[in-house]
């Protein structure tokens, strides 16, 4: 099937991997954490293991991971040449996205301490930084998650909208990104916090979607997703 063009970005997803995008973001975000919990506690031990934390949040990646490599290899194959095509737009993205992260994200870092408790703001900043970097597994923080996270918010989520409005497009993709983090806790552990981790979100929703829309690659995001969990991991989390 030819490319097509959403709102001018050229967005090389069959309407067979656009379905399945959309029901994988679904399962992604809601269901494939509990189905690895469940076989973590009722068919692992009958193998005779169990697996950690980390070791459930490497996993639950992989399985992304295999499953978006499988069923959206052609949308991915199709983006890296799309990047080839544009280098530098792609390297601008990065840079710029990246600048922009930090400037954004250290602005709304330092209003909302200013609203929230420390106690609060210390809470959400450390599940940050572990979210960031699920199981302080680098093989999880500086590829996988990227890979999925971007394939998923802004190839699917972003890309399919951006045909009926770049500001939709990255207002739901942005929403999406940053309920993804936040929404068990905001149904089972509520607390003040929640909402000041789900703004910490928001800078970087915002810059990946532009990376993609200005370079017509969802690479771009990813390696600027790559970058900023890089720079959190080894500067601010001091891994």
């Known amino acids: 099937m030819s490319a097509k063009k959403s709102g001018g970005l050229r967005f090389p997803m069959t309407d067979v991997e656009r379905a399945i995008g959309w029901m994988y973001v679904f399962v992604h975000m809601f269901a494939m954490r509990y189905v690895l919990s469940a076989l973590n506690k009722h068919v692992f031990p009958g193998l005779g293991f169990t697996l950690g934390a980390g070791?459930?949040?490497?996993?639950?990646?992989a399985v992304g991971f295999?499953?978006?490599?499988?069923?959206?290899?052609?949308?991915?194959?199709?983006?890296f040449a799309d990047m080839c095509g544009r280098l530098a737009?792609?390297?601008?993205a990065v840079?710029?996205?990246?600048?922009?992260y930090e400037l954004f994200s250290g602005l709304i870092n330092y209003v909302l301490a200013l609203l929230f408790t420390r106690a609060d703001a210390a809470a959400a900043a450390a599940d940050h930084a572990q979210r960031l970097n699920p199981g302080k597994?680098?093989?999880?923080?500086?590829l996988l998650a990227p890979v999925v996270?971007?394939?998923?918010?802004r190839g699917v989520?972003?890309?399919?909208?951006?045909?009926k409005s770049a500001i939709l497009a990255t207002v739901v993709s942005v929403f999406f990104f940053a309920f993804y983090f936040v929404w068990q806790d905001m149904v089972f552990a509520f607390t003040p916090g929640v909402f000041l981790t789900l703004l910490r979100?928001?800078?970087?929703?915002?810059v990946l979607a532009w990376a993609y829309n200005h370079s017509h690659t969802v690479w771009a995001p990813i390696f600027l997703h790559i970058l900023i969990n890089c720079v959190t991991v080894t500067v601010r989390v001091g891994y």
Not at 149 to 153: D, G, M, N, V
Not at 201 to 206: D, F, S, W
């Open 137 to 142: 597994l680098a093989l999880v923080g500086l």
């Open 66 to 79: 295999v499953f978006l490599a499988g069923f959206l290899f052609h949308f991915l194959k199709e983006s």
């Open 95 to 100: 840079l710029v996205g990246f600048v922009v």
């Open 55 to 61: 070791w459930l949040d490497f996993l639950y990646y």
């Open 149 to 153: 996270e971007e394939t998923l918010f």
């Open 201 to 206: 979100y928001v800078p970087a929703g915002l």
């Open 157 to 163: 989520v972003f890309g399919t909208l951006r045909g």
């Open 89 to 92: 737009d792609t390297l601008i």
